[in-house]
């Protein structure tokens, strides 16, 4: 039987790695924002959709896969992503996607409900 004090470490533990995950996920889509905002400046100042390019095809299926693999995850810091990454500033190709998961996850909460 563990003692106190292993349970106090495992949970310190578990903690520490939950809030790193929690952290990722917000750099994750940091990262997205950064790069597709820059993709999208790119192609615009080119005259290019940057939405009908190979890149951004590939991006926006990344984004739906870890979207839907961490879903979970993202829910508890939906709200942090939400205001910090997704102002109403960032463009509307860009924060189109972000919509879309939360449309989606009200959608399923309301299946559950």
Same mark, same amino acid.
């Given at each position: 039987?563990?003692?106190?004090?292993?349970?106090?470490?495992?949970?310190?533990?578990?903690?520490?790695?939950?809030?790193?995950?929690?952290?990722?996920?917000?750099?994750?889509?940091?990262?997205?924002?950064?790069?597709?905002?820059?993709?999208?400046?790119?192609?615009?100042?080119?005259?290019?959709?940057?939405?009908?390019?190979?890149?951004?095809?590939?991006?926006?299926? &990344? &984004?739906?896969?870890?979207?839907?693999?961490?879903?979970?995850?993202?829910?508890?810091?939906? &709200?942090?992503?939400?205001?910090?990454?997704?102002?109403?500033?960032?463009?509307?190709?860009?924060?189109?996607?972000?919509?879309?998961?939360?449309?989606?996850?009200?959608?399923?909460?309301?299946?559950?409900?």
């Amino acid at each position: 039987m563990a003692d106190d004090s292993t349970v106090a470490v495992l949970e310190a533990s578990r903690e520490a790695a939950m809030r790193e995950k929690k952290e990722t996920l917000i750099l994750v889509f940091q990262k997205y924002v950064e790069l597709a905002s820059a993709h999208t400046t790119a192609c615009d100042a080119q005259g290019v959709d940057p939405t009908a390019t190979p890149w951004w095809r590939w991006v926006v299926g &990344f &984004f739906r896969e870890v979207s839907r693999v961490f879903k979970e995850d993202i829910e508890e810091v939906k &709200f942090t992503i939400d205001a910090i990454i997704f102002p109403p500033t960032v463009d509307e190709r860009i924060a189109g996607l972000w919509a879309d998961f939360k449309a989606l996850s009200e959608l399923h909460q309301d299946d559950v409900a």
